[in-house]
């Protein structure tokens, strides 16, 4: 046991998909990270042990210094155990550990981080634990009873909680039945069958053909029309959300690649618009049936449905709640947190220590002196005592900035720390960035921050939103002056900044309305298609050596590419969907000689295939549905190394293990040949 005196410590962990850790230190959060920012891998889970022992390492502490442990999983995943646990974990059996269920940790994550003392708690999200599992539904408020021996099949699909006196307590739960059954169509349920996040993220699979961002249909539903389709996607009942089951056979062409959405771009919109629509039909449904439950003023709300940003602003204006708080990291990365809050709050009876509402909550790198000299005749920098003036000069002067300060944030959302910042008044920007910087779709919009005291001057919006998690229309008068952050339907998923939470983001707004006359900029998250946001900075350098990125703004070092390093790296896209596509197509007699459809698989996160099969090759981003006769995989730096001499390099990489080719053993003749059409 501990002396007395001693600071308690309470973790939180979370080892599903997204997976996270929380340090809280005497009820409040000291550290916060999510897996994949350490493994550099999106949507990692399993175990648990980097970013246990990131925040450990953050607090100088071990294992020995906690008080205990709260942990969640879904998918039974604590019960049976699971492939994802692989590899030894960091505690023993001296301290303490709880489980708890899904819903309560998405619950407990906004309660602990809300700024109101008493609330309504709704978590809404795919799917959660099984009923068997919950240890919330003692007190008759599921709303399914099925019986003991098919209460593993039933999973939390939305809860509702009151929470008042430091004491939670659960309302409404509402259940459904694992979704086997209704699996041939393209479209259809991928966890449990009647779940509003669930839905979503099947029919973001079958527009983008992967499980990266359902967010992005989200971006994609204003360029779709009201009409196509008029059939509803669920019938709204008793307070519950079901899906139907008579529209699914009109959907029979998921898009395999970002090529194929582009060939039929309007047919994929218009899913986007309708079930876009009708989720927020679901949405607003099931929040006026559980407000009707138990009234309240202020409502938190979380679970991966709450990201929905444009289904937010409608559940300020539409719904009976006064107040609307969102947990930032509303998806099951956010699930570390609450679990660290229940620990607090729930297991050692302690009351609640009100949060700052800051996300910034990952670990500060003081070293870039240190690192600099790593990048010698690669980028040239200093520190500047004006590097704040500076960055805004240079912003004004059109200059793309990657912006690397303190911290990371927690979430989805740079919001200050980890950004890439740019002039909004310039219409060139979006595509630029979209093509050159993040190499990812060329429709997907950019969102504005604004000083918190001039939203309203430039949006329709009388809240804050400081999370960019609610959509408002920027104000007709400003639409021409903000072009790149403004979507098709002239709304913008604001971010307000607040002066003592993002004191230098803060000074830089302001500084940037000094010279131009307006307090907004285009903010996006540091990295590109498909990688978690950057952590360290090497990572934050590398990035900006391999795109269009103009200045790095690390700290207070104001860092810039030396002459001979522009552009000297191709990046990936370029690379496959012109470059190679190219050499391909004007050599399609041999590639088609060479034949084959090849998958390749670039640092674990990026696939493209490569079909030379047809009379014409062809080079596509995205995997290749079951078609692949030869995978390849290999990270992105010996990839770079294999093009400057395919020959050499390919036998070299397969030799030490850096390339791995599944398929045919005759493929990896084919390798150099590949990619030495020029
Ligand atoms: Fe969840």
């Known amino acids: 046991m501990k002396n007395q005196g001693k600071p308690i410590y309470v973790l939180g962990t979370h080892l599903s998909h997204d997976g996270s850790a929380c340090l809280l230190k005497d009820g409040r959060i000291c550290v916060a990270i999510e897996k994949e920012r350490i493994t550099r891998r999106k949507h990692a889970g399993g175990n648990d042990a980097d970013a246990v022992k990131y925040c450990l390492d953050f607090e100088g502490i ?118 086997i059954g209704i699996n041939g169509y393209p479209m ?47 019938e709204l009942k008793d307070g519950r959300a079901f899906v139907r089951d008579d529209w699914m056979s009109n959907f029979k062409k998921p898009a395999r690649s970002w090529t194929e959405l582009k060939a039929n771009f309007q047919y994929y919109a218009d899913i986007a618009y309708w079930v876009q629509k009708e989720v927020e039909r679901a949405i607003l449904y099931v929040i006026d049936s559980r407000y009707d439950a138990c009234p309240s003023e202020n409502l938190a709300y979380t679970g991966g449905v709450a990201l929905n940003a444009v289904a937010n602003a409608r559940i300020i204006k539409e719904t009976k709640f006064k107040n609307l708080y969102i947990q930032p990291a509303a998806a099951d990365n956010g699930l570390a947190l609450g679990c660290a809050y229940y620990g607090w709050m729930e297991v050692l009876k302690k009351e609640r220590v009100k949060h700052s509402g800051s996300m910034y909550l990952g670990k500060s790198y003081a070293t870039v002196a240190d690192v600099l000299p790593k990048y010698k005749g690669k980028v040239r920098g200093a520190p500047a005592d004006d590097y704040i003036a500076q960055t805004a000069q240079l912003l004004a002067e059109g200059k793309t900035i990657g912006w690397f300060q303190d911290g990371a944030e927690f979430g989805p959302r740079a919001l200050g720390h980890r950004s890439i910042l740019a002039d909004p008044r310039k219409p060139e920007m979006r595509d630029f960035i979209n093509s050159r910087i993040k190499f990812r779709e060329d ?23 400081p999370y960019m998690i609610l959509v408002a229309q920027v104000r007709p008068e400003w639409r021409e002056k903000m072009p790149s952050v403004i979507h098709r339907d002239n709304s913008a998923r604001i971010q307000t900044v607040n002066k003592s939470i993002s004191p230098k983001y803060y000074e830089l707004l302001r500084a940037f309305k000094e010279i131009t006359g307006i307090s907004v900029l285009l903010n996006t998250s540091f990295n590109r298609k498909g990688m978690p946001i950057v952590e360290t900075p090497e990572q934050a350098i590398d990035f900006f050596l391999d795109c269009e990125l103009d200045v790095l703004v690390l700290d207070n070092y104001i860092i810039r590419k030396e002459e001979f390093q522009v552009r000297q790296e191709v990046p990936l896209t370029k690379l ?27 640092s674990g996160v990026r696939s493209w295939t490569i079909d030379l099969s047809k009379e014409m090759p062809s080079v596509v981003e995205g995997r290749s549905n079951g078609r692949t006769q030869t995978t390849i995989s290999i990270e992105e730096s010996d990839f770079n190394a294999l093009l400057t001499d395919p020959e050499n390099e390919s036998v070299k990489l397969y030799r030490s293990g850096k390339i791995q080719i599944e398929g045919s053993p005759v493929a990896v003749m084919n390798v150099p040949k590949l990619f030495g059409f020029k």
Request: with cysteine; glycine share 8%; net charge negative.
């Open 188 to 234: 259809h349920p991928t966890t449990t069958r009647h779940s509003i996040g669930g839905l979503y993220l099947a029919a973001s699979m079958y527009v983008f053909s992967g499980f990266e961002d359902p967010g992005k249909l989200m971006g994609l539903a204003p360029y779709g029309r009201a009409g196509v389709y008029d059939f509803e996607m669920f």
């Open 576 to 602: 496959f969907t012109e470059d190679l596509q190219g050499a391909l197509q004007r050599n399609s007699v041999e590639a088609r000689k060479l034949g084959g459809v090849y998958q390749i698989n670039i």
């Open 62 to 179: 071990s294992v020995r210094d906690l008080d205990l442990v709260v942990q969640n999983a879904n998918f039974g995943m604590v019960k049976q155990g699971n492939s994802w646990w692989a590899g030894p974990r960091v505690f023993d059996e001296n301290i303490p550990m709880v489980t708890i269920s899904h819903h309560l940790a998405h619950a407990y994550s906004a309660i602990g981080t809300a700024p109101f003392d008493e609330m309504t708690v709704l978590t809404i999200d795919g799917c959660g634990n099984s009923l068997d599992e919950c240890i919330d539904v003692d007190q008759g408020v599921a709303l399914e009873n099925p019986p003991p021996h098919l209460r593993h099949l039933y999973f939390e699909k939305d809860s509702y909680y009151q929470f008042a006196g430091n004491k939670l307590t659960p309302i409404v739960k509402d259940f459904s039945e694992w979704g």
């Open 443 to 465: 429709f997907r919009p950019f969102a504005p921050s604004v000083l918190e005291e001039d939203c309203s001057t430039y949006f329709d919006c009388d809240y804050d939103s």
